[in-house]
């Protein structure tokens, strides 16, 4: 499970070094796709064997559903797999990075099962909105 944010940097080629918090001591591949929210510019990367058990689930969804091609046109349509190298970078493809608006100044966060990486000012503009789109969904004691 992933938490935690850390601010990094992507050198000139794109990669990303992960947080050795981040890292998956016993595979080092993984699947970097897009957010498919509206709004949401950033990029989600899954460990490689929770990828491969959202495409059986989503290998079972009605295709014949606008709403779940679309879904999958942007989620499956961008997922990359990839590897981190020997010092735990993992190589954006420039598509991906586009798509999300990554420049020099990211930010990863852990999101249980899956890690988000955010441009360095859209995730500043995204958690400094004063209304919160969660309040009031998540009913979980603290």
């Not at 999300?100 to 099962?113: I, P």
């Not at 899956?114 to 009031?136: H, T």
Request: negative net charge.
């Amino acid at each position: 499970m992933f938490g935690g944010i850390t601010n990094v940097n992507l050198d000139e080629r794109g990669r990303l070094a992960l947080p050795v918090r981040f890292r998956d001591k016993d595979d080092d591949r993984v699947v970097v796709t897009v957010n498919p929210h509206p709004g949401e510019k950033c990029l989600f990367l899954y460990p490689r064997l929770y990828w491969d058990k959202l495409e059986e689930h989503m290998a079972k969804l009605n295709t014949q559903l606008l709403p779940v091609r679309a879904f999958q046109r942007l989620f499956v349509g961008y997922a990359t797999e990839v590897d981190l190298d020997s010092n735990g970078r993992v190589l954006l493809p420039q598509a991906l990075r586009d798509h999300a608006e990554l420049r020099k100044r990211a930010v990863v966060v852990g999101q249980l099962t899956k890690i988000e990486i955010w441009d360095e000012a859209l995730w500043s503009a995204a958690v400094a909105q004063p209304d919160s789109p969660v309040e009031g969904l998540v009913d979980i004691p603290l």
